[in-house]
C-alpha cells in the first residue's frame, strides 16, 4: 500500500510540474487572455465638402452601448437583454436578432444603440454589475449638416451586413459601418478610414475592470471634396419643389417629383444633381429607428410617398418626348436621308399604316426647314423622318438607334456615383426578344414613328439627356459626367491653408462622335429659335427676354403612371396616361463664358407636370438664374409640346 501511495504521489507530483514548468507560459497566456478582451476603435469618417470647400457631412462626437454577449454568464442574457430594451427604448425583438446574428463571434459586440443621452450613460456605468457585458464608450456620428440637402447622391451610412462582410473580405468586420449609398458608397474605400484596436479587462463575471486602453490608434478617413456648388444644388432643390407646385396650381393636380441635373458641359463635372421627392439621410446615423426607416423601405409606404429613395436624376427613367428630337435630326442627316433644308409638311394629324398619329398642335399646316420645326417641335414632320428611316432596306440595320447609341442613349454615362440606369433603346431584335406573340414581335412603321418623337418604349434619364445637350455646347463631343473631385487630407479645427490633395481625379477626355459640325451647327439654331423665334418657339415665353443667350427644348412625354390608393385624396388607385415635363438646354448659346461663368447645360423634369414649355422651362430658368446671378425676367409661358 505504501508503494501504490508513493507511484500515485509522483504521478500527481509529474503532471503538476509539467502543468506549472513545461505549460506554465501557455496558461499564463490563456488565463490574461481571459482577462482582456479586445475590440476595434472604429475611425472618424472622412467629411464630403462642395466644390469650394464647404462641408456638407461631418462627424459629431456621440456615446455608443455595446453588449459583448460572451461576456455575460450563463443564465444572466435574458435578463440583461429586457434591460437593456427598456432602459434604451430598443425593441427587444430588434436586440435578440442582433445578439443572434452575433452568436458565433464572441469578439464582436452588438450596437445596442448610439447617441445615448449622458443620464442613461452615466447610469450604465454606475450599475455595470447589474448589466454584465455592456460596454459604453465614445463614437463619432454622420452629420448631414443641410439636412435632406443633396441626400441622394451623397447617400449615407449603415452597419455592415453578413452579405456584405462576406463581399468585402479582409479589412471589414462585424459592427463596422460603411457607406451605403451615393458618394459615402461610392469612395468608402477613402472615407472610412482605418479602424484601431482597443484593449479593456474584465473579470470572471465579465464586469469592466479598466479603462478602455487603445493599442493602436484609429486613422480618420480622407476628406472628398466634390464638383458639386452649393448654391446651384440648393437652387435646384427649391426650383423643382417650385415647379411640382406651379404645375399642380396649373391644372397638372398629379405633379408629384423629378430631377434637374446641371453640368459643365466642357468637361462633364456635375454642378447641381437634384432628385424631388428626398429623404434626410440622418435618420441612418447610428442606430436607425426602425419606424422613420420603415416609411423609406416599406413598399407601400414609399409608394404613397413617391419613393422618396430613388435618384430621379440617374436612375428614374421616362420616356423622352420631344427633347428626343434633335438626336433623330442628327442621326437622319448623318444618314443622308434628310436634307435640313427640304420642305416637309408640318400637318395636323398623319394617317400611317390606318392608325393616326396627330401633332401636339392641331393649327399648323405649313411646309417647315428642320431648323423651323425643331423651334415649333413639329411632330408630323418627324413622322415623316421616321418613315424614312423605317424604309431603308434591312442591309441597312437600325441607323437611327445606331446613332442614339453613339449619342449616349440606352446605355450608362459612366458617373462615378452610381447606381445608374441605362435606360432602353428599343430595336427590332429586343422586340424579338422580349415580347411573345407574333404580333408584337414584330416592329412596325408605328414603332419608328413614336420612337422618332421619344415615345414608345423609349425610356432615358435626366443625366442622359444632360449629357447628349452638352454636345451642341462643346462642339459635338460627348463628356463623362462625374462628381468627385479631389481625395484630400482633412484639416484639423482651425487650421488655414490650402488642402494637401493626395489624389486627383481629372476629367476624361471628351469623346468624338465623328458629327458633321454643319449638321450640329443646324440643330443648335433650332434650338436657339426654339427658345426666341416668337412666332413658332416653344418656350419664346419663358427665355425670350432673359439676360444672358440661352438655347434649348421642351419635351411633353406621355406615361402610363399609376398613382396609390390615397395619394393627394384619391380613394382608390388611379392609372392614366399623364404628361411628363421636360426642358433641356445650354447657355450661353456662344462663346466660352458669360460674366466670367464657364457654359451649362440643364435638364429640367417634372413628373407628370404637363407641358415642357409650361413648366419645366420656367423650372429650369431658375437654375440658370441662380448660375449666372442674374433675375429672373417676367415670363409667359405658353402651351407647347
Same mark, same amino acid.
Given at each position: 500500500?505504501?508503494?501504490?501511495?508513493?507511484?500515485?504521489?509522483?504521478?500527481?507530483?509529474?503532471?503538476?510540474?509539467?502543468?506549472?514548468?513545461?505549460?506554465?507560459?501557455?496558461?499564463?497566456?490563456?488565463?490574461?487572455?481571459?482577462?482582456?478582451?479586445?475590440?476595434?476603435?472604429?475611425?472618424?469618417?472622412?467629411?464630403?465638402?462642395? %466644390?469650394? =470647400?464647404?462641408? &456638407?457631412?461631418?462627424? @459629431?462626437?456621440? $456615446?455608443? /452601448?455595446?453588449?459583448?454577449? *460572451?461576456?455575460?454568464? !450563463?443564465?444572466?442574457?435574458?435578463?440583461?437583454?429586457?434591460?437593456?430594451?427598456?432602459?434604451?427604448?430598443?425593441?427587444?425583438?430588434?436586440?435578440?436578432?442582433?445578439?443572434?446574428? %452575433?452568436? =458565433?463571434?464572441? &469578439?464582436?459586440?452588438? @450596437?445596442?444603440? $448610439?447617441? /445615448?443621452?449622458?443620464?442613461? *450613460?452615466?447610469?450604465? !456605468?454606475?450599475?455595470?454589475?447589474?448589466?454584465?457585458?455592456?460596454?459604453?464608450?465614445?463614437?463619432?456620428?454622420?452629420?448631414?449638416?443641410?439636412?435632406?440637402?443633396?441626400?441622394?447622391?451623397? =447617400?449615407?451610412?449603415?452597419?455592415?451586413?453578413?452579405?456584405?462582410?462576406?463581399?468585402?473580405?479582409?479589412?471589414?468586420?462585424?459592427? !463596422?459601418?460603411?457607406?451605403?449609398?451615393?458618394?459615402?458608397?461610392?469612395?468608402?474605400?477613402?472615407?472610412?478610414?482605418?479602424?484601431?484596436?482597443?484593449?479593456?479587462?474584465?473579470?470572471?463575471? =465579465?464586469?469592466?475592470?479598466?479603462?478602455?486602453?487603445?493599442?493602436?490608434?484609429?486613422?480618420?478617413?480622407?476628406?472628398?471634396?466634390?464638383?458639386?456648388?452649393?448654391?446651384?444644388?440648393?437652387?435646384?432643390?427649391?426650383?423643382?419643389?417650385?415647379?411640382?407646385?406651379?404645375?399642380?396650381?396649373?391644372?397638372?393636380?398629379?405633379?408629384?417629383?423629378?430631377?434637374?441635373?446641371?453640368?459643365?458641359?466642357?468637361?462633364?463635372?456635375?454642378?447641381?444633381?437634384?432628385?424631388?421627392?428626398?429623404?434626410?439621410?440622418?435618420?441612418?446615423?447610428?442606430?436607425?429607428?426602425?419606424?422613420?426607416?420603415?416609411?423609406?423601405?416599406?413598399?407601400?409606404?414609399?409608394?404613397?410617398?413617391?419613393?422618396?429613395?430613388?435618384?430621379?436624376?440617374?436612375?428614374?427613367?421616362?420616356?423622352?418626348?420631344?427633347?428626343?428630337?434633335?438626336?433623330?435630326?442628327?442621326?437622319?442627316?448623318?444618314?443622308?436621308?434628310?436634307?435640313?433644308?427640304?420642305?416637309?409638311?408640318?400637318?395636323?394629324?398623319?394617317?400611317?399604316?390606318?392608325?393616326?398619329?396627330?401633332?401636339?398642335?392641331?393649327?399648323?399646316?405649313?411646309?417647315?426647314?428642320?431648323?423651323?420645326?425643331?423651334?415649333?417641335?413639329?411632330?408630323?414632320?418627324?413622322?415623316?423622318?421616321?418613315?424614312?428611316?423605317?424604309?431603308?432596306?434591312?442591309?441597312?440595320?437600325?441607323?437611327?438607334?445606331?446613332?442614339?447609341?453613339?449619342?449616349?442613349?440606352?446605355?450608362?454615362?459612366?458617373?462615378?456615383?452610381?447606381?445608374?440606369?441605362?435606360?432602353?433603346?428599343?430595336?427590332?431584335?429586343?422586340?424579338?426578344?422580349?415580347?411573345?406573340?407574333?404580333?408584337?414581335?414584330?416592329?412596325?412603321?408605328?414603332?419608328?414613328?413614336?420612337?422618332?418623337?421619344?415615345?414608345?418604349?423609349?425610356?432615358?434619364?435626366?443625366?442622359?439627356?444632360?449629357?447628349?445637350?452638352?454636345?451642341?455646347?462643346?462642339?459635338?463631343?460627348?463628356?463623362?459626367?462625374?462628381?468627385?473631385?479631389?481625395?484630400?487630407?482633412?484639416?484639423?479645427?482651425?487650421?488655414?491653408?490650402?488642402?494637401?490633395?493626395?489624389?486627383?481625379?481629372?476629367?476624361?477626355?471628351?469623346?468624338?462622335?465623328?458629327?458633321?459640325?454643319?449638321?450640329?451647327?443646324?440643330?443648335?439654331?433650332?434650338?436657339?429659335?426654339?427658345?426666341?423665334?416668337?412666332?413658332?418657339?416653344?418656350?419664346?415665353?419663358?427665355?425670350?427676354?432673359?439676360?444672358?443667350?440661352?438655347?434649348?427644348?421642351?419635351?411633353?412625354?406621355?406615361?402610363?403612371?399609376?398613382?396609390?390608393?390615397?395619394?393627394?385624396?384619391?380613394?382608390?388607385?388611379?392609372?392614366?396616361?399623364?404628361?411628363?415635363?421636360?426642358?433641356?438646354?445650354?447657355?450661353?448659346?456662344?462663346?466660352?463664358?458669360?460674366?466670367?461663368?464657364?457654359?451649362?447645360?440643364?435638364?429640367?423634369?417634372?413628373?407628370?407636370?404637363?407641358?415642357?414649355?409650361?413648366?419645366?422651362?420656367?423650372?429650369?430658368?431658375?437654375?440658370?438664374?441662380?448660375?449666372?446671378?442674374?433675375?429672373?425676367?417676367?415670363?409667359?409661358?405658353?402651351?407647347?409640346?
Amino acid at each position: 500500500m505504501g508503494i501504490v501511495a508513493v507511484a500515485l504521489f509522483a504521478v500527481l507530483f509529474f503532471r503538476l510540474w509539467a502543468l506549472q514548468v513545461i505549460s506554465g507560459d501557455d496558461y499564463l497566456k490563456s488565463a490574461r487572455s481571459n482577462q482582456i478582451r479586445a475590440f476595434r476603435i472604429q475611425p472618424p469618417r472622412g467629411p464630403i465638402l462642395d %466644390r469650394d =470647400g464647404v462641408a &456638407l457631412v461631418t462627424n @459629431v462626437p456621440g $456615446t455608443i /452601448v455595446r453588449l459583448w454577449p *460572451a461576456d455575460v454568464p !450563463d443564465g444572466r442574457l435574458d435578463e440583461t437583454v429586457r434591460r437593456l430594451s427598456e432602459l434604451l427604448d430598443v425593441p427587444e425583438k430588434e436586440l435578440w436578432q442582433s445578439v443572434r446574428a %452575433r452568436a =458565433g463571434d464572441p &469578439l464582436t459586440p452588438v @450596437v445596442v444603440k $448610439t447617441n /445615448v443621452h449622458d443620464a442613461k *450613460a452615466n447610469y450604465l !456605468d454606475e450599475h455595470q454589475a447589474e448589466f454584465p457585458g455592456v460596454r459604453v464608450g465614445p463614437t463619432q456620428l454622420r452629420r448631414y449638416e443641410l439636412g435632406s440637402f443633396a441626400a441622394h447622391l451623397l =447617400g449615407y451610412v449603415g452597419e455592415i451586413t453578413e452579405l456584405e462582410l462576406r463581399q468585402k473580405g479582409e479589412g471589414y468586420a462585424g459592427g !463596422d459601418r460603411i457607406g451605403k449609398t451615393g458618394v459615402e458608397a461610392a469612395y468608402d474605400d477613402y472615407l472610412r478610414g482605418q479602424p484601431g484596436v482597443g484593449q479593456v479587462r474584465v473579470n470572471a463575471l =465579465g464586469e469592466r475592470t479598466s479603462g478602455l486602453v487603445p493599442s493602436r490608434m484609429p486613422q480618420a478617413g480622407y476628406a472628398v471634396r466634390l464638383t458639386l456648388d452649393t448654391d446651384l444644388q440648393g437652387a435646384a432643390e427649391d426650383a423643382l419643389r417650385w415647379g411640382v407646385q406651379f404645375a399642380r396650381e396649373n391644372g397638372s393636380w398629379a405633379a408629384n417629383g423629378g430631377a434637374i441635373v446641371a453640368m459643365n458641359p466642357l468637361n462633364g463635372e456635375l454642378l447641381a444633381l437634384a432628385s424631388y421627392p428626398t429623404f434626410d439621410p440622418s435618420v441612418f446615423s447610428g442606430r436607425p429607428d426602425p419606424n422613420k426607416v420603415q416609411q423609406l423601405f416599406d413598399p407601400e409606404v414609399s409608394a404613397a410617398a413617391n419613393h422618396p429613395m430613388l435618384n430621379r436624376a440617374v436612375s428614374g427613367l421616362y420616356p423622352a418626348g420631344s427633347v428626343f428630337k434633335p438626336v433623330t435630326a442628327l442621326a437622319a442627316m448623318s444618314e443622308g436621308i434628310l436634307d435640313p433644308y427640304e420642305l416637309i409638311s408640318c400637318v395636323p394629324e398623319r394617317i400611317i399604316d390606318k392608325q393616326k398619329f396627330v401633332n401636339w398642335d392641331p393649327y399648323r399646316n405649313e411646309a417647315m426647314q428642320l431648323r423651323t420645326a425643331l423651334s415649333n417641335s413639329c411632330d408630323t414632320y418627324f413622322y415623316d423622318v421616321a418613315l424614312r428611316f423605317y424604309d431603308l432596306p434591312p442591309e441597312r440595320g437600325n441607323p437611327l438607334q445606331d446613332w442614339a447609341k453613339k449619342m449616349g442613349i440606352g446605355i450608362e454615362t459612366g458617373i462615378d456615383v452610381g447606381p445608374e440606369s441605362a435606360g432602353l433603346l428599343p430595336t427590332p431584335a429586343w422586340r424579338k426578344r422580349h415580347f411573345d406573340t407574333a404580333i408584337d414581335r414584330l416592329w412596325s412603321s408605328g414603332d419608328s414613328v413614336q420612337l422618332a418623337i421619344g415615345q414608345g418604349d423609349l425610356l432615358v434619364t435626366p443625366l442622359q439627356m444632360t449629357r447628349f445637350y452638352a454636345l451642341f455646347a462643346n462642339g459635338g463631343k460627348l463628356v463623362e459626367p462625374h462628381l468627385v473631385k479631389s481625395i484630400e487630407q482633412p484639416r484639423a479645427e482651425g487650421e488655414t491653408g490650402p488642402p494637401v490633395v493626395l489624389r486627383t481625379f481629372a476629367a476624361k477626355p471628351p469623346q468624338g462622335l465623328d458629327l458633321n459640325p454643319s449638321f450640329i451647327q443646324v440643330v443648335r439654331e433650332g434650338l436657339w429659335d426654339a427658345t426666341h423665334d416668337a412666332n413658332y418657339g416653344t418656350s419664346y415665353g419663358v427665355f425670350g427676354f432673359y439676360e444672358v443667350p440661352i438655347a434649348g427644348k421642351t419635351g411633353t412625354a406621355e406615361k402610363f403612371v399609376t398613382l396609390p390608393e390615397g395619394y393627394l385624396g384619391t380613394d382608390q388607385p388611379f392609372a392614366r396616361l399623364m404628361d411628363q415635363a421636360w426642358w433641356c438646354g445650354w447657355g450661353p448659346y456662344e462663346g466660352e463664358s458669360w460674366g466670367g461663368k464657364k457654359p451649362l447645360v440643364v435638364c429640367a423634369l417634372v413628373e407628370n407636370g404637363g407641358h415642357g414649355g409650361e413648366v419645366a422651362a420656367p423650372v429650369a430658368l431658375r437654375v440658370f438664374a441662380e448660375y449666372f446671378d442674374t433675375p429672373l425676367p417676367a415670363i409667359a409661358p405658353r402651351e407647347s409640346d
